[in-house]
């Protein structure tokens, strides 16, 4: 293998002893990889080509050794009877499955779009110099601090049909007639969890577009307010434009997050099917259900969604690395 | 004219003040209110206050006393503490050849790392049971530690990278002037100078390990060995009616306490460890 150097050797003497050097330091740099790499490789390349190969098998839970390869099986079976009837089994011809990928879809896309634009909301008022900054930054820490699950309960309990907070809220200021089942009703479950995972979240939006925020030189700003630029016009042919790269990284950055959602959902609305997304189904039928091989080829078909959207990462990512650091 | 001026300025200044006074009250009413719950007995639970009116410590004592939660919080400890400690060994010479050597490849490595810590859990969930059935420590804190290595190795690695590459040159020039090797110059000339990275990314992956869910719930299944999120999300009574709020509260607010403590002392560097490990990378 070639190496480069670091500094182009000037002096004739040089290059000899100091491409040595360069290939002790590669030799070195190749040995300190190795442990990290293996460990890599044994807690996530193995395990994931292992999920995607039971995703073509039989297996089950008590025998995964004694699985067969079915080819697609798992995914989509076409079966014509003698009568002529077709029959679709699967899990792509499965309506539970549709209706995961639809919640997923759906919580995705919702909750990304709230965290922007709360986040943004918030990360301006703390880009802003004013008394008591330090308290709101301090305080939008909290949240993220939070565990999920403690988020979970915490909010199960303040939305409680009988005696949750919220409702008590909603009714003495006039916006609820009755007490409202937020989590156990399927109309309002997505809702709720929406809500919770927006508070919990939109603190880690508004940093990362914060840190955005900070790199726009001052003097942009300056020379607009000189020339009578409106700050809401400023706002949209300034900020937005030169925080935009942070903003696209921040955003594929949650939306991957939010796309393997589970422990929000199976703890504050458990067996709601208005809110089951691909994890929790995925995880049911592996470890529940008794599915193994079912769930193994939601994971996969999960972890297909998530690759497309990690190699748009990357490429955004890269944009920005070039483009913004150093 | 000044004065129809001073009035707009007033406006805006009291309503930016209140969009402030909105967004803290938001973020910590939540907590604020569990802490508030976590404190009443018995039928006052049942009441809704918005202030404190009554102060009893029977939930904690329920927590302490009654099933494994004490044990609980020992494994919480243990796991997180192990795996931050692996993945700070594995992660700082790899970080080293990441950041200071240029060899073929490189690249290709980093995007890898990146990859890997942008996995869904879920995918990797059937491959890694076997894996830890295969070793043995299905139902261990050591299956944990095992399976976390996955999100909190990537994530050590990528943020100790970004801080060592911002490190000066001429440091190194002169140690390797003198005569050291690469590890000499990690342990004896980076290692000082690190130790910040090193509490933030530590700090970090720390309140990931903390925090994780679906891989404690997966590969524990005894009240022994069960972490406290999962032992959180678990605490039920024998009906729906009969879910111990009281308890559920004050051990969210024990597990959340530390954590809530931590983040505020290191504000600053979370923030610049969150920010390295999103938008730069």
């Known amino acids: 293998m070639t190496s480069e150097a670091i500094g182009a050797p000037t002096a004739a003497a040089q290059p000899r002893q100091k491409s040595e050097l360069m290939q002790q330091r590669v030799r070195a740099a190749r040995l300190f990889l190795l442990p990290m790499m293996i460990a890599l490789a044994v807690v996530a390349g193995w395990p994931l080509a292992r999920s995607i190969y039971f995703s ?15 080819g697609f099986g798992n995914y989509l079976q076409i079966r014509v009877l003698e009568s002529g009837r077709t029959i679709y089994r699967g899990v792509l011809a499965d309506p539970a499955w549709w209706n995961a990928v639809w919640n997923t879809v759906r919580f995705a896309f919702w909750s990304v779009l709230w965290e922007t634009i709360l986040g943004m909301i918030v990360a301006l008022v703390l880009n802003a110099e004013f008394k008591g900054r330090g308290i709101v930054r301090a305080a939008i820490l909290i949240p993220w601090a939070i565990p999920t699950i403690v988020s979970a309960r915490m909010w199960s309990w303040m939305l409680n049909d009988q005696f949750g907070i919220l409702n008590d809220l909603g009714m003495r200021l006039g ?20 809500v919770v995972d927006i508070w ?89 259900f008794n599915n193994f091989a079912e769930g193994s080829a939601q994971s996969t078909l999960l972890f297909l969604l998530i690759a497309i959207f990690t190699i748009l990462y990357i490429w955004l990512g890269k944009v920005n690395f070039d483009g913004g650091d150093r | 004219m000044t004065g129809s001026f001073d009035l707009w300025k007033l406006t805006k200044g009291v309503l930016f003040y209140a969009l402030v006074i909105a967004i803290v009250v938001i973020a910590v009413f939540p907590f604020y209110y569990a802490i508030l719950t976590s404190f009443k007995a018995g039928t006052d639970l049942f009441r809704i206050n918005y202030w404190p009116t009554s102060f009893s410590l029977a939930n904690y004592q329920s927590v302490f006393s009654q099933g494994a939660f004490p044990r609980n919080l020992l494994n919480s400890v243990f ?5 931050v400690a692996l993945a700070l060994f594995l992660a700082v010479t790899a970080s080293f050849a990441l950041s200071r050597v240029r060899f073929r490849g490189r690249g290709l490595l980093l995007m890898t790392i990146l990859a890997v810590s942008m996995f869904p859990q ?5 491959g890694l049971f076997e894996v830890i059935r295969f070793l043995g420590i299905y139902n261990t804190p050591w299956a944990l530690i095992f399976a976390y290595t996955i999100f909190t190795l990537p994530f050590t690695v990528w943020v100790l990278t970004t801080f060592m590459r911002d490190l000066p040159v001429e440091i190194e020039e002169a140690a390797i002037v003198d005569g050291a090797t690469p590890w000499v110059i990690i342990t004896q000339v980076f290692m000082p100078l690190m130790w910040p990275a090193l509490v933030t990314t530590g700090l970090l992956a720390f309140i990931a390990a903390w925090n994780e869910f679906l891989f404690a719930l997966t590969f524990t299944v005894s009240n022994q060995t069960r972490t ?20 559920i509260m004050a051990a969210s607010v024990i597990v959340t306490v530390p954590l809530v403590a931590l983040v505020l002392i290191f504000q600053r560097k979370i923030v610049s460890g969150l920010t390295a490990g999103g938008v730069k990378g």
């Open chain 2, 79 to 83: 796991v997180a503490s192990v795996t």
């Open chain 2, 122 to 126: 879920i995918a990797v969930l059937a």
């Open chain 1, 56 to 70: 073509f098998t039989d297996a089950t839970l008590n025998d995964l050794y004694g699985a067969e390869w079915i």
């Open chain 2, 228 to 247: 406290v999120p999962v032992a959180i999300a678990l605490l039920s009574g024998g009906s729906q009616y009969e879910i111990p709020w009281g308890i």
């Open chain 1, 200 to 288: 919990k979240t939109t603190p880690f939006m508004a940093l990362l577009i914060l840190a955005g925020l900070q790199m726009i030189p001052k003097d942009i700003y300056e020379a607009a307010e000189i020339d009578g630029v409106h700050p809401v016009k400023q706002f949209f042919r300034i900020t937005l434009p030169l925080v935009r790269p942070a903003l696209m990284v921040a955003i594929i950055f949650r939306v991957l997050d939010a796309l393997r959602i589970f422990d929000l959902i199976y703890v504050l609305t458990p067996n709601s099917a208005a809110t089951k997304t691909m994890s929790v189904i995925s995880q049911e039928n592996l470890f529940q």
């Open chain 1, 175 to 194: 916006l609820l007639n009755a007490p409202v089942a937020w989590t156990a009703s399927p109309d309002t479950a997505m809702l709720a969890v929406l």
